[in-house]
T-cell receptor, first 113, second 115 residues
Framework: QQQVKQSPQSLIVQKGGISIINCAYE??????FPWYQQFPGKGPALLIA?????SEKKEGRFTISFNKSAKQFSLHIMDSQPGDSATYFC????????????FGKGTMLLVSP | KAGVTQTPRYLIKTRGQQVTLSCSPI?????VSWYQQTPGQGLQFLFE???????NKGNFPGRFSGRQFSNSRSEMNVSTLELGDSALYLC??????????????FGSGTRLTVV
């Protein structure tokens, strides 16, 4: 059972455009929602994270929008740059000790120059 | 400070063999988690260790096992390798194992190929 569904699988955006990646979760006990960025040959790195008590969090060009009632959250990358080309994973977990991260299957983003 | 170190970076093994992967967490981090990454299934949780004790386990067969040493370094072992075990195995360390801001730091992984 896939508890975090991510779309699209791949995305091509022109430089300067907005990249949008969506995720939906099923487990209402989840209360921590991070996004990870992974470059080829590297492990995932935490990009930005949100908790359900806020509907939006912005860090630089990266914004998470969170809709608790719909059980959905999304990553927006403003002014996308070629250096943003990577695979992005959404994830979810509970804020309890030894809880695990459940990942979406990833989105390969290509930002064309 | 040094990041999470995984060794070896690449491995090629034959079906039926066993393999041991190593992970050295960030200094001071006591929790180590292991994930398997494949193109089809994405990132799947294997197990988590804290203070040398397995605290959580994912849905993998018993051929997958792990341990953690007193210095927090961790190893995972896969016995009787199958072709489907080919994957990138990622280790992540965190300070206390709680999901707080989930201070997971991932290593670059070990790429295992089973032939």
């Amino acid at each position: 059972q896939q508890q975090v569904k991510q779309s699209p699988q791949s995305l091509i955006v022109q430089k300067g455009g907005i990249s949008i990646i969506n995720c939906a979760y099923e487990n209402t006990a989840f209360d921590y929602f991070p996004w990870y960025q992974q470059f080829p040959g590297k492990g995932p790195a935490l990009l930005i994270a949100i908790r359900p008590d806020v509907s939006e969090k912005k860090e630089g060009r990266f914004t998470i929008s969170f809709n608790k009632s719909a059980k959905q959250f999304s990553l927006h990358i403003m002014d996308s740059q070629p250096g943003d080309s990577a695979t992005y994973f959404c994830a979810a977990s509970r804020s309890t000790r030894y809880s695990t991260l459940t990942f979406g299957k990833g989105t390969m983003l290509l930002v064309s120059p | 400070k040094a990041g999470v170190t995984q060794t070896p970076r690449y491995l090629i093994k034959t079906r039926g063999q066993q393999v041991t992967l190593s992970c050295s967490p960030i200094s001071g981090h006591r929790s180590v988690s292991w994930y398997q990454q494949t193109p089809g299934q994405g990132l799947q949780f294997l197990f988590e260790y804290f203070s040398e004790t397995q605290r959580n386990k994912g849905n993998f067969p018993g051929r997958f096992s792990g341990r953690q040493f007193s210095n927090s370094r961790s190893e995972m072992n896969v016995s009787t390798l199958e072709l489907g075990d080919s994957a990138l195995y990622l280790c992540a360390s965190s300070l206390l194992g709680d999901s707080g801001d989930r201070g997971y730091t991932f290593g670059s992984g070990t790429r295992l190929t089973v032939v």
